[in-house]
């Protein structure tokens, strides 16, 4: 039976899990169900747990408090050989003496697996993963997307109920990257299997997932999509960490009926629902965000400023804008022969009600 056919996709269920290394929380409190077959990211930045709890459930490092299930089983305790969990580290630990299909069987080799049958797995995982017509060759002879794949085979071909990636691209260039994000959700679609992916990188998570958890400082701030969690953020280190955005500080009032928000600055925003009371913060994204020389939409929020600086970046020209005593950041398309804003220019900033969120605090 092939490996495609084989895999049975599980659920990943965690509970209430606790880790710590002496004094010091490392994880507090997790909570997480990650769906069978589901494509799943553990973003954040470094030092936020994520890699922890992939080890976790791998098997490595203290043992933590809570449990940690695969379907109805409480793999808790059980040593990272039992648990039929494949992982791939961030250096792929391929054996360098060793050619690439003995670097792929060692783990059969190890499980006492008939000769034949090691070597119609090995191929298989190497067809999978497009090698197989490096078999002879050693690690060293290999470009470094070739032995993340070949860490991928040596993984896969041993049939885990989960694959966890712990940020495999890390050690890549810029453009193989991207082609290596795509050939690993590929691999994992023709698979079916549950698959976690450790990453820092916000592109990498947006562009690989169907889910992911935001992780900072040992606690999961957000579980979602990766379009609802840019388009809807819990709370300020959310709506930072998944891209470019702008925030105004102030406070909520009804009056008359209608809800506005008063910035700091003396801005005033007005506000589709009534949080009446309430301290907390603006947010909306560059891109959102029309520049003009005057008032051209007179349903939008319309704010005054003054262009301080501004970058061009190819696709787009992002402008920094002063508004009161705050910098407002804009993207605006760019397109040949389109006007550029100059600094210390007066510009008129224009802004949807529906692209603007309030986050309380």
Not at 243 to 271: A, H, Q, R, W, Y
Request: with cysteine; hydrophobic share 40%.
């Amino acid at each position: 039976m092939s490996l495609v056919s084989r895999v049975k996709a599980v659920r990943l269920r965690i509970e209430d899990l606790h880790i710590s290394f002496g004094s010091t929380k490392v994880l507090e409190g997790i909570n997480l169900e990650i769906e069978p077959g589901e494509f799943f990211a553990f973003l954040g930045p470094s030092g936020s747990g994520k890699s922890t709890l992939l080890r976790a459930i791998a098997g490595f490092g203290p043992d933590p408090q809570g449990k940690i299930r695969i379907d109805d089983e409480d793999i808790g305790g059980l040593p990272p050989w039992k648990r039929n969990v494949g992982m791939v580290f961030q250096n792929y630990a391929l054996w360098p003496h060793l050619s690439v299909e003995k670097n792929v069987a060692f783990g059969l080799e190890e499980q006492k697996m008939a000769k034949a049958e090691i070597g119609e797995r090995v191929k298989e995982a190497l067809d999978l993963v497009g090698l197989y017509h490096l078999v002879n060759r050693h690690p060293s002879q290999l470009s470094g997307g070739q032995q993340q794949r070949i860490a991928l085979a040596r993984t896969i071909v041993t049939r885990p109920r989960l694959l966890l990636l712990d940020e495999p691209l890390s050690n890549l260039d810029a453009n193989l990257r991207v082609q290596m994000r795509t050939d690993i959700l590929k691999l994992q679609r023709a698979l079916g299997m549950t698959t976690i992916f450790v990453t820092h990188d916000q592109e990498e998570a947006n562009t690989i997932s169907d889910r992911m958890a935001v992780l900072d400082k040992g606690i999961i701030q957000q579980v979602g999509s990766p379009l609802d969690l840019y388009d809807n953020p819990v709370n300020r280190f959310v709506a930072h960490f998944l891209g470019t955005t702008n925030m105004i500080e102030g406070e909520v009032v009804s009056s008359d009926g209608k809800t506005c928000f008063i910035g700091k600055e003396g801005i005033e925003i007005p506000l589709d629902n009534s949080l009446d009371g309430n301290h907390g913060v603006v947010v909306f994204r560059p891109q959102s965000i029309q520049i003009n020389t005057k008032i051209v939409d007179d349903s939008a929020v319309n704010l005054d400023g003054v262009v301080d600086s501004l970058e061009f970046l190819g696709s787009v020209v992002r402008y920094s804008v002063r508004v009161g005593d705050s910098n407002i950041l804009v993207d605006q398309d760019h397109q040949r022969g389109k006007k550029i804003f100059e600094e210390k220019e007066a510009v008129v900033l224009a802004i949807q009600a529906q692209q603007l969120f309030f986050i309380r605090e």
